[in-house]
Antibody
């Protein structure tokens, strides 16, 4: 069974950097892409981007290009989402999910990481 | 960039009644569409993929239909556990994706 486990709650100040993680288990890592999704408080789901850890092929939503960086370490089956300088508007729950050429839709999802940015 | 819209924003339904949710794409996505259910404090859960195929473990009361730009999610007889927010997602140009804004299904 494929499982995704995300890193824990983060509380940061504006201007700080942050890297959150998503670790996969129970599957052939080379088959799947890792996607990231943002959900701001009380709002809907927004696709941020996606990475194929085997060759680090990465795609971003135009809305998030240049705002975040997605990376991965295939040796530990983990994908990352990072910010170099957080803003209060980055406060949200961030989900990871897997996708593949044969299972394009997002399934399964991680449990979510709450990021709060406040001075 | 494709734009997905969903209607209505909120749907009030009594338990046991039928609920019909709509999703529209700004350009054709063929049948490259999924539906997700999200309950408060939980991660989204896949319900339907390829517009009409139920995901593993999803009850038969959930059904999806449509192609091109118009899609429908139908819940034939709402159960208490079905009150949630439902999102559509297109993946026509994988690995690029777009979500709809969601429809909240409330208890009437």
């Amino acid at each position: 069974e494929v499982q995704l486990v995300q890193s824990g709650v983060e509380v940061k100040k504006p201007g700080e950097s942050l890297k959150i993680s998503c670790k996969g288990s129970g599957y052939n890592f080379s088959t799947y892409w890792f996607a990231w999704v943002r959900q701001m408080p009380g709002k809907g789901l927004e696709w941020i981007g996606i990475i194929y850890p085997v060759d680090s092929d990465t795609r971003y939503s135009p809305s998030f290009q240049g705002q975040v960086t997605i990376s991965a370490d295939r040796s530990i089956s983990t994908a990352y989402l990072q910010w170099s300088s957080l803003k209060a508007s980055d406060t949200a729950v961030y989900y990871c999910a897997t996708s593949s050429a044969s299972h394009i839709w997002f399934d399964p999802w991680g449990q979510g990481t709450l990021v709060t940015v406040s001075s | 960039e494709k734009v997905m819209t969903q209607s209505p924003d909120t749907l009030s339904v009594s338990p046991g009644e039928r609920a019909t949710l709509s999703c529209r794409a700004s350009q054709s996505v063929s049948t490259n569409l999924a539906w997700y259910q999200q309950k408060p404090g939980q991660a989204p859960r896949l319900l339907i993929y390829d517009a009409s195929t139920r995901a593993t473990g999803i009850p038969a009361r959930f059904s999806g239909s449509g192609s091109g730009t118009e899609f429908t999610l139908t819940i034939s007889s709402l159960q208490s556990e079905d009150f949630a927010v439902y999102y559509c997602q297109e993946y026509h140009n994988w690995p690029l994706f777009t979500f709809g804004p969601g429809t909240k299904v409330n208890i009437k």
